[in-house]
């Protein structure tokens, strides 16, 4: 258990400022970590070791501020007792409208829901080729009772996978990183799929709903989202699992009569590569980013976030 948890406490408007944090939140922290080294092989020439770890760890908030109303983080993220930290709140993508008639029918529905004359599914902005979200309290209308927690960033998993190999005067490391089962707002295709500014676009935005391009779940352009297609919602939220070949590095030490010759100790000369390779399915620019994006400050989301370099260096290690 983690007492004093930094929180977020709303703030009314009348102080001047929309919140501010205090040290009054409760964390529950449990899981299992294990580690396995074995030597694989063991000779004369021949030495092949490896370490594989993995770690289950969970979090869930207890307690919160604000007599433990659940409150935004950031631009996704929220904080809620019985959820983890790096929680995202928002609206399910049932589908987009194919027509004016679906549009109207869904106005319909609303009007008979709800008992009043103007009410609406969605907006009045609302056509077809628009996103259609998910009514998920049944009163007819979206509005912000129908988000719910769609996503966490917390993993199911996370470890890592290492091995040496010395045959000889040659020698190999290899290291595998992972995580499964956590998800990332990617708020990068918020931006660039939103098709409702000046800003360039990704080129899966020419794929978008028109008229005569309906089997599509891109939605229309619209300048200034009056439809609100880029609100928070699952669309966005993408599986975050990656395995990552972090390190590889092939050394070779030249033999000792090579180095009595040249009245050197020792002699290794190696090459290193990071990064070299990530499986994900994840869309954005790279799954491993830090707990806490420096841009909007919310666990799990990725904005513009720079990738890890791919480098390859190479080297020696000389010992008079």
């Known amino acids: 258990m983690t007492d004093g948890l930094l929180a977020s406490v709303p703030l009314p408007g009348s ?5 501010t944090t ?13 580690e396995l080294q074995s030597t694989n092989i063991k000779s004369k020439s021949l030495i092949w070791t490896t370490n594989f770890n993995i770690a289950f760890n969970r979090n869930n908030i207890v307690a919160l501020a604000n007599n433990n109303n659940p409150v935004a983080t950031g631009f996704a993220s929220y ?19 194919q027509s004016q008639a679906e549009v109207d029918a869904a106005n319909a529905a609303a009007k008979a829901a709800t008992g009043s004359s103007t009410a609406l599914y969605q907006l009045a902005a609302t056509g077809p080729g628009d996103i259609k979200f998910k009514d998920l309290n049944g009163d007819g ?6 988000q719910e927690i769609i996503g966490t960033a917390q993993a199911q998993f996370t470890g890592g996978f290492n091995n040496y190999v010395k045959y000889k005067d040659f020698d190999l490391t290899l290291f595998v990183q992972f995580s499964y089962g956590g998800k990332l707002f990617n708020d990068t295709r918020q931006f660039s799929e939103g098709m409702n500014s000046v800003f360039g676009q990704y080129a899966t935005t020419l794929n978008r709903w028109t008229p005569t391009n309906t089997n599509t779940d ?14 928070i919602s699952d669309r966005f939220l993408e599986d975050g699992s990656y ?3 972090k390190n590889l590095t092939l050394g070779y030490n030249l033999p000792k009569d090579v180095l009595s010759k040249l009245h050197i100790r020792k002699v290794r000369v190696f090459a290193s ?4 390779v990530t499986l994900t399915h994840y869309k954005g620019f790279d799954p491993e980013i830090s707990t806490f994006n420096d841009s909007n400050t919310s666990q799990g989301t990725e904005f513009l ?4 370099a791919k480098t390859i260096t190479f080297g020696a290690n000389i010992g008079f």
């Open 243 to 245: 395995a990552r070949l």
């Open 15 to 19: 102080s001047g400022f929309t919140g």
């Open 273 to 276: 590569a990071q990064n070299l």
């Open 218 to 231: 891109m939605p229309r352009a619209y300048y200034g989202d009056s439809p609100q297609n880029t609100r």
């Open 22 to 34: 205090d040290n009054s939140g409760t964390v529950r922290n449990n899981g299992l970590e294990f």
């Open 141 to 146: 209308v979206i509005t912000s009772a129908d």
């Open 305 to 308: 976030t720079v990738p890890q």
């Open 79 to 97: 904080e809620q007792v019985g959820q983890p930290l790096g929680a995202f709140r928002g609206y399910r993508v049932v589908g987009i409208f």
